[in-house]
């Protein structure tokens, strides 16, 4: 049982202007069983030992990051500013207070590439682009703004696991978010720099609120123990929702991790 406590990511969002229909907030998804083969093997290496907030404050870790900013012309489409990056580094950090990571940008590049723009999740266009660019070792965060294709026109970010990291494949390692949900973009709703927070929480090894439905997150669901149960990704911000109602606690859907919006975090 993971006993970290991240009700740290939970701030509050306010109501959809669009319906959650209309988008694809996240493309990271996880079976139930690579979910339970990664804990067991967790289990393992912890060896019974239980991780406080106050342990991961004293355990400080500084993340770098090396930023890829993809456009489709040069000072067009897919363009994004210096004080977006930055504005979205400072999201980061305001909202991983307190839990031992701190995100330094430590380089930030701009592309003038289509076809990389312009790549759907996972597709050939997209691991060039992340084989070509991707720099540093598994303490580096790389993320690309890009567009993603015609295949995700909805879809607003996918990330990686810290699992699946392996010298072979390590070109795949970061996130990648559509341009316009960085902090100041367009994206009605998702315009905060919440998706980076969200897609990072992957990168770092959390699942979504809702993972496995209606199971006990400390034993099952998102192995966080201080999020109660939920069977469904949020619709809007509702106030009062049990999905799971013969499970402790209400819907925690204030959290990063489930799919609320973020004009208000």
Request: include cysteine; glycine fraction near 10%; hydrophobic fraction near 35%.
């Amino acid at each position: 049982m993971r006993l970290l406590s991240f009700s740290l990511l939970a701030l509050a969002c306010s109501v959809f202007a669009a319906p959650l229909e209309d988008l694809e907030p996240c493309g990271t998804h996880i079976s139930s069983e690579e979910i339970r083969a990664v804990e067991k093997e967790n289990l393992r290496k912890l060896n019974g030992t239980a991780f406080t907030e106050d342990d991961l404050s004293k355990r400080a870790t500084t993340i770098y990051v090396s930023w890829n900013s993809i456009a489709e012309t040069a000072g067009g489409k897919g363009y994004v500013t210096d004080a977006q990056i930055t504005d979205t580094i400072s999201k980061l950090n305001a909202s991983f207070l307190g839990s031992g990571f701190t995100f330094t940008l430590s380089l930030k590049r701009k592309w003038v590439q289509a076809a990389w723009f312009n790549g759907n999740k996972n597709s050939a266009e997209e691991k060039a682009m992340k084989k070509y660019l991707r720099l540093g070792d598994v303490k580096t965060l790389n993320i690309y703004t890009t567009n993603f294709g015609e295949l995700n026109p909805k879809l607003l970010g996918h990330g990686t696991f810290p699992w699946n990291y392996n010298a072979q494949t390590a070109y795949l390692d970061g996130i990648v978010v559509k341009y316009v949900a960085v902090s100041g973009g367009s994206a009605t709703n998702y315009n905060q720099g919440a998706v980076f927070v969200h897609e990072v929480g992957h990168w770092l090894g959390l699942y979504h609120t809702f993972q496995g439905g209606c199971v006990d997150g400390g034993s099952g669901g998102d192995y966080v123990s201080d999020t109660p149960a939920q069977a469904d990704s949020t619709s809007g911000c509702p106030s009062g929702i049990d999905t799971c109602p013969t499970l402790p606690g209400q819907d925690l859907i204030h959290n990063f991790m489930d799919y609320s919006n973020d004009r208000s975090v």
